[in-house]
């Protein structure tokens, strides 16, 4: 199977320039094209026999999770930007959820920040574990370590310097972070929930 990239419908954002955009698009559409071509290496190193191919097979194959996660990953984040911002519905599942969890949504969204504000580069992510009905928030660092397995992704913000670099130094990564929740369209991540608590 040969992957496409995506192609995203996004507004203008407030506090992210068209260049930020440009340059990250860029680089999303690079983890499209690296799956493809893993892809098409691990089928032709498949074939070998002999002992450096299946050595350079088994290299392959453990980069694929970096190139495909990060794929991934860009997917659920600029998804989650387009038809322009809407709020978080007072009374709706997703809210009510995080209110009994947290506290407030308010709180969640303190701790949902203080994980993206953590030193280095990687990304905050609330998943849903559908089986304890109990939400995480977690670090994920090279897109494929600190992934929880098997866990729905309700929401996702890119924190590699990638993400907010053209518009900010590290130093005001704050900004960024107020950025996207300002673009955030929160019926995206209502429906990632909704579809995760069945």
């Known amino acids: ?28 559409a690079g983890y499209v094209k690296h799956v493809n071509v893993l892809n098409a290496v691990i089928e032709a190193y498949k074939k070998t026999e002999d002992e450096g191919g299946k050595y350079a097979l088994s290299e392959v194959k453990r980069r694929l999770g970096f190139e495909f996660d990060g794929m991934r990953m860009h997917e659920h984040y600029f998804t989650q930007w387009e038809k322009g911002p809407s709020a978080l519905a007072e009374n709706g599942a997703l809210a009510l959820a995080l209110t009994r969890q947290y506290g407030s949504v308010d709180a969640f969204l303190a701790e949902f920040k ?7 580069i990687g990304w905050a992510v609330l998943y849903f574990d559908p089986k304890a009905g109990q939400f995480h928030t977690a670090w994920v660092g090279d897109h494929e370590f600190g992934q929880l397995s098997g866990l729905p992704v309700i929401l996702v913000m890119d924190m590699w310097e990638h993400a907010f670099m053209v518009d900010y130094v590290p130093a005001d990564k704050s900004k960024y972070v107020e950025a996207f929740f300002v673009n955030l369209n929160w019926s995206v991540p209502e429906e990632r929930f909704a579809q995760a608590s069945k």
């Open 1 to 28: 199977m040969t992957y496409q990239e995506q192609k995203f419908e996004l507004p203008a954002l407030t506090g992210i320039s068209p260049k930020q955009l440009e340059v990250h698009l860029k680089l999303y």
């Open 114 to 120: 203080a994980v993206g504000m953590m030193r280095g």
